[in-house]
Structures are given as C-alpha cells and as structure tokens.
C-alpha cells in the first residue's frame, strides 16, 4: 500500500469544477493532461481563485507563472507572479507549499492541503517528459 503525504480531503464544489476541468485534459491512457492543452479561459469566472506553477527540475524549482489569481495575492499581501517559491516567505497560503509541490510531482497526481482559512488543491501537468506545470486552485474557508 502506498501513502500519501496529503491524503484526499472532501473538496468544495469550487475545487471539484477545477479538478474535473483537470481530467477531462487527460488523454488516452496518460494519468494526467499535457500542460499545454490547458486553457485559462475554461476556468475564467475562477480567476482570482487559481494559478499556474513552472516546474524546473535538477534542481527542482517551482516559479509562480503570470497567471495568478488577484484573491490568491490579495491574500498573501504582495505579488508573486514570476517569482521562485523559494523566494518568498512561507506563510498564508502558501503553507507548505513547497512540500505539497513535491508530493504532487512525485505522485502525479492531485494533492491538497487545508490550513486555517483555506484549501488549495494542486493538479501536475505533463510537459517535455515530466511534470513541467501545475495547475492549483484555492477555496477560501
């Protein structure tokens, strides 16, 4: 049996739009959609609520994309589009953020975390053979 470092937790009906929207990318036999048929647009009245994560990998860095929901750094208090994870202080919502990142890449498949205030859920996407993107989405508490 294996384990799972950020077991499944019931996720709102936000986060399941986003996940669902997630598998209908995957094709065929994959276990997760290929970055670049995501389309933002898909989930535009969810805009504030979700982001993209690059993943870069030897060594393995995650750079917040352009795309960054206003409510996400509304939240944490200032903006980090285009900025490393690790590079910004871990503090709300970004909590473990970077282990949950790991977990995600690793498993290849979605992960979520919930911490007082929020859940975030984080969705890998393949690219250039191997997770290159992740797609996450927040449900304010």
Same mark, same amino acid.
């Given at each position: 049996?294996? !384990?799972?470092?950020?077991? @499944?937790?019931?996720?709102?009906?936000?986060?399941?739009?986003?996940?669902? *929207? +997630?598998?209908?990318?995957?094709?065929?036999?994959?276990?997760?959609?290929?970055?670049?048929?995501? &389309?933002?647009?898909? #989930?535009?009245?969810?805009? /504030?609520?979700?982001? #993209?994560?690059?993943?870069?990998?030897? %060594?393995?860095? #995650?750079?917040?994309?352009?795309?960054?929901? &206003?409510?996400?750094? @509304?939240? *944490?208090?200032?903006?980090?589009?285009?900025?490393?994870?690790? /590079?910004?202080?871990? !503090? !709300?919502?970004? /909590?473990?953020?970077? &282990?949950?990142?790991?977990?995600?890449?690793? @498993?290849? &498949?979605?992960?979520?975390?919930?911490?007082?205030? *929020?859940?975030?859920?984080?969705? %890998?996407? +393949?690219?250039?053979?191997?997770?290159?993107?992740?797609?996450?989405?927040?449900? +304010?508490?």
């Amino acid at each position: 049996m294996s !384990s799972q470092p950020f077991p @499944a937790l019931p996720l709102d009906p936000k986060l399941q739009r986003v996940e669902r *929207y +997630w598998r209908s990318l995957i094709r065929g036999a994959n276990d997760t959609p290929f970055w670049d048929d995501f &389309a933002p647009s898909a #989930l535009a009245d969810m805009e /504030e609520d979700v982001m #993209l994560v690059d993943v870069f990998d030897k %060594p393995l860095r #995650l750079r917040f994309n352009t795309i960054v929901g &206003a409510a996400i750094e @509304a939240r *944490y208090g200032t903006a980090v589009r285009d900025r490393f994870s690790d /590079e910004i202080e871990p !503090s !709300s919502p970004f /909590e473990y953020f970077n &282990a949950q990142a790991s977990a995600t890449i690793e @498993a290849r &498949a979605p992960t979520v975390h919930q911490a007082a205030g *929020y859940r975030r859920l984080l969705l %890998p996407m +393949w690219g250039d053979g191997r997770v290159s993107m992740m797609l996450g989405a927040f449900a +304010w508490l």
